[in-house]
């Protein structure tokens, strides 16, 4: 779905999008996901800080098999989901960049770059 809302882009309904579980999403040259979980939504920029690739090989697979922490499938890169600081892996110490975002209407909008 890309509804616009000036500077905005709508990602998805909140409701799309169930807890403990990620999503990827394509928007213009904007390759981002999110994860909601307690009822929280983070959003990152779907790049590893180890070799800037994107996280998935499975299409909006970015937790471990747990669902407690987001990794790279590349090389296992481990980031703590509310924060996006690497706690283990290649890049240990380095943080996925973090995408503002903000809850209108019950959807997940982000500014368009
Ligand atoms: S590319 Fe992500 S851990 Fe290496």
Not at 52 to 58: A, D, K, N, T
Not at 77 to 100: E, M, N, T, Y
Request: hydrophobic residues 35%; contains cysteine; charged residues 15%.
């Amino acid at each position: 779905m890309t509804e616009n809302k000036g500077q905005l882009i709508a990602l998805c309904h909140l409701d799309d999008l169930t807890d403990g579980t990620s999503r990827g999403f394509k928007q213009g040259n904007q390759n981002v996901f999110a994860i909601k979980q307690g009822g929280q939504v983070f959003v990152y920029r779907n790049a590893c800080p180890h070799l800037g690739i994107p996280l998935e090989w499975v299409e909006n697979q970015f937790l471990d098999s747990s669902g407690s922490v987001i990794q790279c499938a590349n090389h296992g890169a481990q980031f703590v989901i509310q924060s996006g600081q690497c706690v283990s892996g290649p890049c240990l110490g380095r943080s996925l960049q973090s995408i503002p975002h903000q809850i209108l209407d019950n959807h997940i909008w982000i500014k368009s770059k």
